[in-house]
């Protein structure tokens, strides 16, 4: 007999990223992002407008994504929104969009925390990733989360280490303004960090909880670096772009790797998955194939467009909710601060 066939559309607003996606019985049949490019001029993102750009994005990406899916909203069997944490403003759209939706088709609405979708993208089909087994680490790294968390079963997770102050994209992005360098500079680094002497210059990592982490310290190194070296050689960033970033990126991964060294110590687990716009980066890929090798880690990255804000990983937690019948009422209201 063939499996019963459910469509779970996904919404997803809660940054500056406007997505919708729809699923099929694990298999993500269209997942369309509308990045707004808006924010680059400003060097990062900027909430008003954000929630101004998901207000007209959010119809024609939920419509894309019906079409690449192929198949009419009627079909749907439920609807899945990221409910927090993230921006306000922007969340409003994707909530109230969602609700409206979900009433007028008469189907469930489903809401979804954002960070345990990014840990729960694991589980969307597809031959490019390996899905983690329970129990599991996720080290969630982007540039707005920076979070070790472990996961017992799908709705069972325990944060046990994050940021007190940045993100550490946030401290990829911020150095590399520092540096001259376009938003976001996170992947720049990681290229220039290619040709560069890891050992050249010296950065701090900053002393908090074992599997905790603090961003804002080596903002602020990077800020006083930069000036000090620039005084007499104005060129000094530029000649030594490379070594710089190279360093800064060893400092970073090194200070992640700790961290979940420190998690994995703690907790036993050697299963570990990440996730986040950060996890491109080839430092920190590197560092966990070295450890999966040397340390016996079973490492899981899920395929890139999973990783950063997507709302395929919205859907799939949609499904898996869908398929326990956890639904939420239509008064629901966004949470800009919502807890696992
Ligand atoms: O997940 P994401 O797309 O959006 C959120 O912040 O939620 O992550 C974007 C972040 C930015 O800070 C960007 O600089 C960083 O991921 N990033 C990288 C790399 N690719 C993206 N950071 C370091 N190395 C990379 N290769
Ligand atoms: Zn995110």
Known sequence: MKPKQTYILGIESSCDDTSAAVINNGVVLSNVVATQSIHKEYGGVVPELASRAHQQNIVPVVQLALRKANIDKKQLNAIAFTRGPGLMGSLLVGTSFSKSLAMGLGIPLIDVNHMQAH????????????????????????????????????????????????????????????????????PLIDKYAQTGNPNAFQFPKPKVGPMDFSFSGLKTAVMYFVERNSKDHPNFVTENLEDICASLQFTIVDYLMDKLKNAVKQT??????????????????????????????????????????NAAMIAIVGELKFKESIFTENNVVANARMKF
């Not at 969307?124 to 979070?147: D, M, N, V, Y």
């Not at 990440?274 to 560092?287: D, H, M, P, Q, T």
């Open 119 to 186: 840990i729960l993208a694991h589980f969307i089909k597809s031959e490019e990733h390996t899905t983690p087994k329970f129990p599991f680490l996720a080290l969630t790294i982007s540039g707005g989360h920076t979070q070790i968390v472990k996961v017992t079963n799908y709705f069972e997770m325990e944060l046990i280490g994050q940021t007190i102050d940045d993100a550490v994209g946030e401290a990829f992005d911020k150095s590399a303004k520092l540096m001259g360098l376009p938003y976001p500079g996170g």
């Open 268 to 309: 036993g687990i050697k299963e570990v998955a990440i996730g986040g716009g950060v996890s491109a980066n080839s430092g920190i890929r590197n560092a966990l194939r070295t450890a999966e090798n040397k340390l016996g880690w079973k490492v899981h990255i899920p395929k890139f467009e999973y990783c950063t804000d």
